[in-house]
C-alpha cells in the first residue's frame, strides 16, 4: 500500500521547531568523532542556511592530508537521485512514461533482459524489477559500457527475488541511466551536468573513474583491529547511474534547497517521486521518506544514503522543518543505514534538529 504525505509538506517549511543550539551540537559531535574515529564531513542547514558545518580527519592518510570543509568524497548511491530526477523530468516533458515496458526501449532491446515486457521505470526506480544484484568483480579488469554491465549482471548476477519483490541493486539504475540516454541522445553524465550541475552551481561535483579518477577526491579506508588499511582502487565508472559521482557537502544542500522549489521539479513530479511505498521497505523513487518513529515529534524525513567500500554518505531531508543534514565519510566507521541506533552519528542528529 502506498503512503501518501501531504503535499504541502514537501513544498513549504515552517518555522515551528526550536532554535538550534550550535554549542551543544558541536560538542556532540566533536565527543563522536573522538569515540568512533569518524573521518569527514558533517553539515547542518536550516531553512537553506549552513547553521554548522565542521570536517575531521583526513582525505589521505598516508601524506597526512586533513579534510577540510570543501572536501571532495565519492557520493556512491546518493547518485541515483540524481538519475531518478532526470527520469521525472523526462516524464514532465512527455519524453517518457513511468509504465513503458523496458521492451519499447530498441538500446535495451538486444540485452536479454527477463520480464522486459512486464518491467517498467516505475519498477526500476523502487527496486522491484527482480533483476539481480550484480557480481562484485564486475568493478575490476576493465571499464564496461552499460551494456556490457548488464548482460554480464544478468548472466552471473546474484537473483534475491522475482519481478515484484523489492530487492536493492545497481541494475536497475543502470538500466535508467540507458534509458535517458535513448530518450535524450546525449549521455547519462551529459545530461546530470546540463541539467542539474550546472543550473544549480554545483561546480564541485562530478564523475569518478579509476584512470581518470581526481587526486582532491578523499580516499577510502577500512580499520582492521587498530589500522586502516586503503581501499583498492576499482573501476567506479562502471557504477554508471547507480553509483558513481563524487560531491562535496555544500554541493549536495544546493540539491537539497532546488528540490523545494519548483525549478528542477514540479510539485506533481516531486509528489510522485517521494511518495512512499511500506511494502517495498519504504522506498520512493531513489528515496525513503517516512515519518521518524523516535521522537515524539516524528518529523517528516525524505533521505538518500551511499556507501561503495569506506566510502559512506547520507544526505536527510528533515521536509516539515527544511532542516539538512548532510554526512560524508571516508572511512567505514560510519554506518548511513542506520535505523533507531541512538549511538549512531546520523540518528544523533535527526534527535537534536527534531526538538
Known amino acids: 500500500m502506498k503512503h501518501y504525505f501531504p503535499l504541502l509538506l514537501l513544498l513549504f517549511s515552517t518555522n515551528a521547531a526550536a532554535q538550534i543550539n550550535i554549542e551543544s551540537l558541536d560538542q556532540m559531535v566533536r565527543e563522536h568523532v573522538e569515540k568512533n574515529d569518524f573521518d569527514g564531513t558533517v553539515l547542518i542547514a536550516d531553512q537553506g542556511e549552513i547553521v554548522y558545518i565542521n570536517s575531521f580527519g583526513y582525505l589521505d592518510r598516508h601524506l597526512k592530508t586533513e579534510h577540510?570543509?570543501?572536501?571532495?568524497?565519492?557520493?556512491?548511491?546518493?547518485?541515483k537521485l540524481f538519475t531518478a530526477i532526470l527520469v521525472m523530468q523526462l516524464v514532465e516533458q512527455e519524453q517518457l512514461s513511468l509504465e513503458t515496458p523496458l521492451s519499447a526501449f530498441e538500446s535495451l532491446s538486444n540485452l536479454g533482459i527477463p520480464n522486459a515486457g512486464q518491467i517498467t521505470p516505475h519498477h526500476l526506480m523502487l527496486h522491484i524489477s527482480g533483476l539481480p544484484n550484480e557480481p562484485d568483480d564486475i568493478y575490476r579488469g576493465g571499464s564496461k559500457t552499460p551494456a556490457e554491465i548488464i548482460t554480464y549482471s544478468l548472466e552471473n548476477g546474484d537473483r534475491?527475488?522475482?519481478?515484484?519483490d523489492y530487492n536493492y541493486n545497481n541494475v536497475d539504475y543502470i538500466i535508467l541511466g540507458m534509458i535517458i540516454e535513448?530518450?535524450?541522445?546525449?549521455s547519462w553524465r551529459q545530461n546530470v551536468q546540463e541539467k542539474i550541475l550546472d543550473p544549480y552551481g554545483m561546480t564541485h561535483t562530478g564523475f569518478r573513474s579509476l584512470n581518470g579518477e581526481r587526486e582532491d577526491i578523499a580516499n577510502s579506508y577500512h580499520k582492521i583491529l587498530f589500522w586502516y588499511t586503503k581501499d583498492p582502487r576499482i573501476h567506479y565508472e562502471n557504477f554508471g547511474a547507480a553509483a558513481s559521482m563524487y560531491s562535496t557537502a555544500e554541493d549536495l544542500l544546493k540539491l537539497d534547497q532546488a528540490m523545494y522549489g519548483d525549478s528542477l521539479l514540479t510539485a506533481q513530479s516531486?509528489?510522485?517521486?517521494f511518495t512512499s511505498y511500506p511494502e517495498y521497505n519504504y522506498t520512493g523513487y531513489s528515496v525513503w521518506t517516512f515519518q521518524y518513529p523516535f521522537?515524539?515529534?516524528t518529523p517528516l524525513i525524505m533521505?538518500?544514503?551511499g556507501g561503495v567500500m569506506g566510502m559512506n554518505s547520507v544526505l536527510v531531508r528533515m521536509l516539515d522543518l527544511n532542516r539538512t543534514i548532510i554526512i560524508l565519510s571516508n572511512n567505514d566507521q560510519f554506518?548511513?543505514?542506520s535505523f533507531g541506533d541512538e549511538d549512531n552519528l546520523r540518528e544523533k542528529l535527526i534527535r537534536i534538529l527534531a526538538e
Do not use: L
Not at 160 to 164: D, Q
Open 335 to 337: 554506518n548511513p543505514d
Open 303 to 305: 533521505e538518500r544514503r
Open 270 to 273: 516531486k509528489e510522485t517521486m
Open 160 to 164: 534475491n527475488g522475482s519481478f515484484g
Open 182 to 186: 535513448e530518450r535524450t541522445g546525449m
Open 295 to 297: 521522537v515524539d515529534s
Open 68 to 79: 577540510s570543509n570543501s572536501s571532495k568524497y565519492g557520493i556512491a548511491s546518493i547518485t
